[in-house]
T-cell receptor, first 119, second 110 residues
Framework: EVQLLQSGAEVKKPGESLKISCKGS????????IAWVRQKPGKGLEWMGIIYPGDPESRYSPSFEGQVTISVDKSINTAYLQWSRLKASDTAMYYC????????????WGQGTLITVSS | QSALTQPASVSGSPGQSITISCTGTSSDVGGYNFVSWYQQHPGTAPKLLIY???NRPSRVSDRFSGSKSGNTASLTISGLQAEDEADYYC??????????FGGGTKLAVL
């Protein structure tokens, strides 16, 4: 069974750094892309970026380029989303999702990680 | 790149059909047959309903169908049921080799 298991909720202060994770299981991790999607409270979905664990090649939405870093550790089938300096506006639910390719839909999603940034 | 344009809300009665539109540009919706549709109930992760404009994952009801004309894609839900009340999002591949979502549409089943 394909599963994407995300790390738990975090409460952080502005200016702090953070790295959240998404562990894939039940499939060959290096054969599928992993995307990250943001959803602010009460708002819509925003596509942030995607990475191919096999290369690894990463691509970012222009809105998120330079704001976050997407990475992977193939040895433990885990993708990451990280911030070097969080802002209050980063408060949101973050989902990871598996893609066959960047042009395809995402059949499998993680359960989401809630990030709260507040002083 | 800007978010794709969806109506903020649509409504229908049980048994009726509704259509949700998703308008982009020639750099996304109009340029590629890689439009997906998702359903999201409150507090849950999105669920894939349609991929590659028309195709439906095996576990998705055939009451959901997709189409595209020019820069506008559409999701049609036939035989509306109370459980269809949710938020719906379109997503398209783009010329930047990334993807973009629509702003989302809230469906009310009256």
């Amino acid at each position: 069974e394909v599963q994407l298991l995300q790390s738990g909720a975090e409460v952080k202060k502005p200016g702090e750094s953070l790295k959240i994770s998404c562990k894939g299981s039940g499939y060959t991790f290096t054969n599928y892309w992993i995307a990250w999607v943001r959803q602010k409270p009460g708002k819509g979905l925003e596509w942030m970026g995607i990475i191919y664990p096999g290369d690894p090649e990463s691509r970012y939405s222009p809105s998120f380029e330079g704001q976050v870093t997407i990475s992977v550790d193939k040895s433990i089938n885990t993708a990451y989303l990280q911030w070097s300096r969080l802002k209050a506006s980063d408060t949101a639910m973050y989902y990871c999702a598996r893609h066959v390719s960047p042009d395809s839909g995402s059949l499998y999603w993680g359960q989401g990680t809630l990030i709260t940034v507040s002083s | 790149q800007s978010a794709l344009t969806q109506p903020a809300s649509v409504s229908g009665s049980p048994g009726q059909s509704i259509t949700i539109s998703c308008t982009g540009t020639s750099s996304d919706v109009g340029g590629y047959n890689f439009v997906s549709w998702y359903q999201q109930h409150p507090g849950t992760a999105p669920k894939l309903l349609i991929y590659d404009v028309y195709n439906r994952p095996s576990r998705v009801s055939d009451r959901f169908s997709g189409s595209k004309s020019g820069n506008t894609a559409s999701l049609t839900i036939s035989g509306l049921q109370a459980e269809d009340e949710a938020d719906y999002y379109c997503s398209s591949y783009t010329s930047n080799r990334t993807r973009v979502f629509g702003g989302g549409t809230k469906l009310a089943v009256l």
